[in-house]
């Protein structure tokens, strides 16, 4: 969901340094609104580490709203391209991903997160978005993720075609066959 106070599309800019995705809440004002927009690469995905997504790129917006003393709202809105692996021959493949989540943060005496509301450390009162924006691209990634038809490594299939041999049935799944067969 867009942030109500977005009037026009903001333009995402490459990264600088990882500092950038750092939120200083406690400089901000309440009522105070704040417009993030970056574009998410290869050397993003690198320095955060994560394990699903190592390249891509991916245009990043976020809406930091301080409605009282100590709470945010913040909503992220990402939309791009990410390098998975294709399930079926294990060649790179872009995936198309667009997601939309928002944060509730506040700040208190110790970091923590209780899946509805994140907790930041009062001093220094600073939340680091790096980590919740590569999560939300990763969990934006389908379960399933294959290349389009016949856009598959050649090589990879043809050897996976030997193992696939039609017309041969394994006789362990006869043999359930016959089961479901009687139950029925």
């Known amino acids: 969901m867009p942030c109500r106070y977005w009037k026009k599309a903001y333009l995402c800019t490459p990264m600088d340094t990882m500092d950038s995705y750092k ?25 955060v580490g994560g394990m699903e997504i190592k390249q891509g790129r991916v245009c990043a917006d976020v809406c930091i709203e301080c409605d009282r003393d100590d709470c945010w709202d913040i909503e992220i809105a990402l939309t791009g391209t990410v390098k998975v692996e294709c399930d079926r021959c294990l060649g790179l493949m872009d995936q198309p991903i667009r997601a939309d989540e928002s944060l509730r943060v506040r700040l208190g005496a110790d970091a923590g997160d209780d899946g509805e509301v994140i907790t930041v450390e009062e001093n220094p009162g600073v939340l680091d978005l790096a980590w919740y924006l590569y999560e939300v691209a990763a969990l934006a990634i389908p379960i399933r993720h294959v290349h389009e038809d016949n856009a598959c490594d050649e090589g990879v299939m043809r050897r996976l075609g030997g ?22």
């Open 23 to 47: 939120v200083d809440l406690k400089g901000m004002a309440e009522g105070a609104v704040s417009h993030r927009s970056w574009v998410l690469e290869d050397a993003f995905f690198s320095a």
């Open 163 to 184: 193992h696939d041999r039609e017309g041969t049935t394994d006789p362990r799944w006869a043999e359930l066959a016959k089961l479901k067969s009687k139950s029925e």
